[in-house]
């Protein structure tokens, strides 16, 4: 009674089996009373293509994440407190633009301070240039009295005490005029220090005012009023909208095959936009733990296209032989995948399992297949090829 209930499960299951691989057949064809003899219909004409063995480049994809070319970390120079955050993540910056406003009163006064010793030093130096000519006046004086008196006393007409004092003068004409120079100089090396103070003071209070350094978007805010800002304190991030591109990681055996120009392909999101990028950098460091390479892939604009997205390259592979087909010759309907195979003059339907264009089972070579199958075609259709 067993063994009667096992062959009845059996044959059960070979009576489904059939059953699936019919109704497999009748979805890839029209409905025919015999789909395995050939009709008395007028052969349709069709092209047709060969299943051959070809070079075959075998793919290499890399996932990475999509990145702005140019990308800025907005920080402070100084510390103070934030007085004002003029921007929000999202918004479109202009070069120049003013993103955050420091609290620096402080060092408002200094620059002003500054800026008014430079003043004080430069009348300093006005004072000093009109003391040196005051004293090269006397020491002119000084000489031409020290000239006629000693005229006067080589004709015996002055005494040797009024040469002396002729003398005594022009010295100390001559030291004074030395001394002014000395203070002209002092004085202008004051008015240098002082207006290299000034202009120093001037950009430390710059520095309250943080502009943006190129157009682009605000991406993140970290800040807020109030709070305090310091050197090297991310404050926010700005990125360029108007170049991206997309950096993975390919593995060092592979690494040989990418040269820098090369055109790759690139897949966004869940793949459903592809456009066509060009590698720039290919790193020389490699990654001692993952043993990869980095390489930076310029992409061209694309509509949506923004830096944290997921994207992959892929990269051509060293070719290698395979099995082949057209793809206008492939068939897909839902599941199942098939082509059209010419067989004496007749189309027969062939379910195939292919990756890409490679032919994986289902066909042999040497065999040809229909290429864009007419709508009128079905398995057991006569068919006639073109340019016989």
Known sequence: MKQITASHQFIVAGVATALLMSAALSGCSAPRASAATPDAAEPIAVTIGPVAMTDLASAIDAGGVVQARTTATIASRILAPVREVRVVPGDSVREGQTLIVLAGDDLAAGARAARSAAL?????????????????????????????????????????QELDDATAMLRSAEARVFGASARVLQAASAVESARAASDQASTTNSFTTIAAPFAGMVTEKTVEPGNMASPGTPLLR??????????????????????????????????????????????????????????????????????????????????????????????????LTSVFVVDKGVARVRLVNLSDSEVLAGLAESEVVILSPPAGVTDGRRVSVEGR
């Open 238 to 335: 700005l990125e360029d909208t108007r170049g991206f591109r997309l950096e993975v990681r390919v593995d060092e055996s592979r690494i040989g095959q990418i040269r820098n120009g090369d055109s790759v392909p690139v897949f966004l999101g869940t793949g459903t936009i592809s456009i066509t990028g060009t590698v720039v950098e290919v790193s020389r460091a490699v990654d001692a733990d993952a043993r990869a390479f980095l390489v930076k892939i310029a992409l061209p604009d694309a509509p949506g296209l923004r830096s944290g997205e997921f994207g992959k390259a892929r990269f051509a592979g060293t070719p290698r032989r395979a099995l082949t087909i057209p793809s206008s010759a492939i068939v897909r309907r839902g599941q």
């Open 120 to 160: 004080a030093a430069e009348q300093g130096s006005r004072a000093a240039a009109a003391e040196l000519q005051a004293a090269e006046a006397g020491l002119a004086l000084a000489r031409a009295s020290h000239g006629r008196i000693a005229d006067l006393q080589a004709k015996r007409s002055a005494t040797a």
